[in-house]
């Protein structure tokens, strides 16, 4: 039950999100509110680092010295990402090695897009287009989440998130329009990127768990399924302009409603890989532990400075 005090600050509280006033860290919250925002925020933050993997795969490989230069930035920018959203996610009350824990363990997920495999180069230039697309679509409208940290990251990440999906639409424009081999390439990547981009909106509203506690809290802005059809009201005619084949025959426009009709996602396949058993789900943990556990000399260096300081302090105090 809760106390006189705390029903006070739950009608502050209440006001405040109904006045599109932020959250900050210091004011009082629902404990809900508190666990949901770490669930969806650090979950964030661990697509970000994750996502590293896939598009990091081909820095080497990169064809030429400019597409390498701009790989390595985009890479370098999800890192970033990931460092911003984990402070975000600490200032409700949970340290970063619980998070790495919980990723480590498989308690926390991350964005399904980021189990499936880069398999050629033009699968960098989907992943621009269509992931960093489908990412900005939903992080525009998180923008005006009522978590004060969430939403100042969310303003940042999106303007890195544009150049992110300028850079990949302009590489599968190259291939698209290059040998038909390219094409070929280009068209694959597309076949392939596009339903799991899709996934990446989540379930349906009404399969949705959290959707409505988020939405009346406005940690959510928008709905699963309206983000995703804006997404590929946006995406159909950027397919045209590449003169590349829809990678869903029922792609149609459907003039009454004034936007595209498409095919249903494969939900098994969604849920199969959510719960940890798509392509490269193993892969990705692996590699995090083991990166992880290579980075442990930064962490021990920052913890004896951090000391030395400390107790260099001391000594001057004294
Ligand atoms: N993948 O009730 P629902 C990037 C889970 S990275 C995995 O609808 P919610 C980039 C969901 O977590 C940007 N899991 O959940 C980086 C929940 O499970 P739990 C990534 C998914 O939270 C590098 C359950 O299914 N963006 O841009 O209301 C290179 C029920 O779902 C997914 C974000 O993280 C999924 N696709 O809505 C390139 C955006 N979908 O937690 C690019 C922030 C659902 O109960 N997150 N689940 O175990 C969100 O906006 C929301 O969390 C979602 C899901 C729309 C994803």
């Not at 969806?40 to 081909?58: L, T, Y």
């Not at 390439?185 to 506690?213: C, E, I, T, V, Y």
Request: glycine letters at 6%.
């Amino acid at each position: 039950m809760q106390s006189v005090d705390d029903a006070a600050a739950q009608i502050e509280f209440d006001k405040r999100v109904a006045n599109e006033q932020k959250i900050e860290p210091t004011d009082w919250m629902p404990d809900d509110y508190r666990k949901n925002l770490i669930r969806q925020m650090s979950q964030h933050a661990h697509s970000e680092v994750i996502g590293m993997q896939p598009e990091g795969n081909w820095i080497t490989r990169a064809p030429s010295l400019r597409r390498k230069a701009i790989l390595l930035a985009k890479v370098q920018d999800e890192g970033g990402h990931g460092l911003y959203l984990y402070s975000a996610t600490e200032t409700l009350g949970i340290s970063r090695s619980e998070m790495i824990e919980a990723l480590q363990t498989r308690k926390a997920k991350y964005a399904s897009i980021f189990n499936y495999p880069t398999l050629n180069w033009a699968d960098i230039g989907a992943v621009g287009w269509l992931v960093d697309g489908a990412a900005i679509v939903n992080q525009i409208a998180l923008q005006r989440t009522s978590y004060g940290p969430y939403s100042r990251a969310m303003i940042r990440i999106c303007k890195e998130e544009s150049f992110h999906q300028r850079q990949g639409y302009e590489l599968m424009y190259a291939m698209a329009k290059g040998s038909p081999e390219q094409k070929e390439m280009a068209q694959d990547a597309l076949n392939r990127f596009w339903w799991p981009s899709l996934m990446m909106f989540g379930p349906h509203d009404s399969d949705s768990a959290h959707s409505a506690k988020s939405m009346q809290w406005k940690i959510k802005r928008e709905t699963n399924d309206v983000l995703r059809q804006r997404f590929i009201d946006q995406t159909v005619p950027q397919i045209e302009v590449l003169g590349l084949d829809m990678p869903d025959p029922e792609i149609k426009w459907n003039e009454e409603k004034g936007q595209y009709d498409s095919g249903e996602i494969n939900w098994q396949e969604f849920y199969k890989v959510i719960n940890g058993n798509g392509p490269c789900n193993h892969q990705r943990i692996k590699h995090h532990i083991k990166a992880h556990k290579d980075g442990e000399w930064v962490r021990e260096a920052v913890r004896a400075y951090r000391e030395k300081q400390q107790a260099k302090q001391t000594v001057n105090v004294a």
